[in-house]
């Protein structure tokens, strides 16, 4: 596999030479900045064979190098063996930027292409501003270089847009619409354009099948003050779809949108666009226009659910947890007869999900991590990988569930056998520590996420410990499973404050190379916390949305304290009486002796 990478960047190169540049910029995105992006845009990952959800591939005519965050380096490191691509590990001290990186190294006169449409504004003239040092320049490209040479690449898909019915999207299309425009004329704009597919999504109430785990179509929307414009593809566009949107709504073919830029362009409108997401390529067909770059309102309203969306995230969870259950009882029974592995353990937590109604798929791809595996954050087992169970260790299984009425995100580790060692007991116990002071925790209006992730690694900080991701990360509603603005991060938090309705993840976890990984993570919705809150103070606080039982075998009782004693009990007390009636007579008694008091 690593010769054929290598073929590929040869062909690259000579790409590159043909375009007249000496290094060339190709970024895990898309054109809608999306994290997870469709298969028919999947370039990086084509190229140099890494799977991860983050990280930007940099080729010179000598060299090349992957830049990727903490989550990713173990597995960053296996897929790229061999491959002659470097590994840049973003955070390191020492590791410097890709603008920094090509600043020492590309000579007077020497140029970087890119494709426009994959990268911001921003990106573009922090890439510009450090080339300037070195007397190097910029070249946006027209085509993207790797589509010349990808000569089996697919293409978008063809699966039918539906509506999301009202009783789960709980607003109708006008209403958002009406919101919107409220804020545009805030801003005094004559247009909105909206580029990244989830907020397009969720303010048409639409859902399909472009990106894998995730229930978006390929899009761009203009919102204007009497007219909305959606721009996809028409082919995926039922009858009863373009009337259900309504008059004010008008779609119009995915490639057409230049032409919209362009007219508004002409007119020297005053438009909206977010600069932290929409690409370069946008941005320029806007050259002459009077641009407000703020965030767009779609990211807070979209985050902050109202009550269909609350309802339906509870109804997913308790069915997500029946399906958690029963997968826990089965690896149990089934483990130790042997032949169960990393990978047919995920297809069988997907077939029970898939027992539940509203099913839809699988929230993301899921994290089945034995043993040295289960260290790797994000691992991915594949065919080369994958290994079978045994009944000793620990086993890390992160997944989640895409139900029509809501997304559901939880890790759980599990003891497969035996007896954990101390150092185990020990490391899982800090983690659960920390993941019960941030569901205990209690905050004024107006606090950002970071200011709550300390709560979940004080305990591993005592001992000198940490973990190399943020703790919560926002959630949708049958939508992205990764949602902002909105995190518990001390990097990946920009500062907005947490609000009623915003649902995120709790997931504090402990990772030591080539041995174990640990991670406990449960679903939270913020709410109001009525008992603290008066007339001159709101408060508020996290109720747990997640219902599955945290594997106690795990927990070292003594190192935990009273008040933490009780919310575990609590939490499993909740957790037993919620599923119990939905649970086959076996996996119930199962359930009763997992969710025992500590």
């Known amino acids: 596999m690593s010769s054929t990478t ?7 190169r000579e790409a590159m030479s043909s375009a007249g540049v000496q290094a060339y910029l190709v970024p895990g995105t898309d054109p809608h900045q999306s994290e997870y992006v469709p298969a028919c845009w999947q370039r990086r990952q084509w190229l140099s064979r890494f799977t991860g959800s983050a990280g930007d591939l940099l080729v010179t005519d000598k060299t090349a190098g992957l830049w990727t965050d903490g989550r990713y380096f173990l597995q960053a490191a296996e897929e790229l063996a061999g491959s002659g691509i470097k590994l840049m590990k973003q955070g390191i001290p020492g590791t410097p930027t890709i603008a920094e990186w090509l600043a020492r190294n590309l000579q007077a006169e020497q140029t970087l292409g890119v494709d426009p449409r994959l990268l911001s504004r921003g990106q573009v003239e922090e890439l510009q501003r450090h080339l300037a040092m070195a007397g190097a320049r910029i070249k946006p490209l027209e085509h993207n270089l790797v589509d010349a040479i990808w000569s089996d690449r697919a ?3 063809k699966g039918t847009i539906d509506l999301l019915p009202a009783e789960y999207a709980g607003d109708p299309v006008n209403g958002k619409l009406r919101r919107v425009r409220k804020a545009m004329a805030s801003r005094r704009v004559d247009a909105h354009v909206l580029t990244t597919l989830d907020a397009i999504a969720w303010l048409f109430n639409i859902r399909s099948d472009d990106v894998d785990y995730n229930p978006v179509a390929i899009a761009y929307a203009v919102v204007g003050p009497d007219r909305a414009l959606l721009f996809t593809d028409l082919d995926k566009v039922p009858p009863s779809v373009a009337r259900g949107l309504g008059k004010k ?3 119009r073919a995915y490639d057409t949108v230049a032409a919209e830029l362009t007219r508004l362009n002409r007119a020297r409108a005053r438009v909206w666009v977010d600069g932290r997401t929409t690409n370069a390529w946008v941005m320029g067909k806007l050259g002459r226009c009077d641009l407000v770059t703020e965030m767009t309102p779609i ?11 609350i309802a339906g995230s509870r109804a997913a969870h308790l069915r997500d947890g029946v399906a958690m259950v029963r997968f826990l009882y089965w690896l149990e029974q089934a483990g130790p007869a042997g032949g169960v592995t990393e990978m047919s353990a995920g297809a069988h937590l997907a077939e029970l999900r898939s027992e539940g109604q509203h099913y839809r798929g699988e929230s993301f791809e899921s994290i089945v991590g034995y043993g040295p595996h289960g260290a790797i954050i994000h691992y991915g087992a594949t065919e ?8 000793e260790g620990i086993l890390l299984v992160d997944s989640g569930g895409q139900y029509l009425d809501g997304t559901t995100d939880i890790t759980r580790t599990v003891l497969l056998g035996g007896r954990a060692t101390d150092e185990q007991r020990d490391r899982f116990t800090r983690v659960l520590k920390g993941h019960i002071a941030v569901a205990l925790a209690r905050f004024p209006t107006g606090t950002p996420g970071r200011q709550i992730d300390t709560l979940a690694r004080t305990a591993l900080w005592e001992v000198g410990l940490n973990y190399n991701h943020g703790t919560g990360h926002g959630v949708g509603a049958y939508l992205s499973v990764h949602e902002g603005p909105q ?9 907005i404050p947490l609000e009623p309705g915003n649902i995120l993840s709790n997931e504090p976890g402990f990772y030591k190379e080539g041995e174990y990984g640990i991670r406990i993570e449960n679903l939270v919705l913020v709410q109001l916390d009525l008992a603290l809150s008066d007339a001159e103070q709101s408060w508020l606080r996290f109720d747990t949305l997640t219902l599955c039982p945290i594997d106690t ?9 009273p008040r933490e004693r009780a919310w575990l009990d609590d939490y499993h007390r909740r957790v037993r009486k919620a599923l119990t009636p939905l649970l086959e007579p076996e996996v119930a008694r199962w359930l009763k002796q997992a969710t025992r008091a500590v």
């Not at 995190?487 to 500062?495: A, E, K, L, W, Y």
């Not at 075998?553 to 304290?561: A, E, H, I, K, W």
Request: aromatic fraction near 0%; glycine fraction near 4%.
């Open 249 to 251: 709504v008008e779609v």
């Open 299 to 309: 990211a807070v309203m979209k985050a902050r659910k109202n009550e269909a969306e």
């Open 6 to 12: 290598r073929k590929k960047l040869r062909e690259l």
């Open 384 to 391: 080369a990988t994958d290994v079978e169970l045994r009944p």
């Open 155 to 157: 293409g978008p898909s």
């Open 553 to 561: 075998r795990l927990v070292q009782p003594s190192m935990l304290t």
């Open 487 to 495: 995190s518990i991060s001390p990097t990946r938090c920009i500062g």
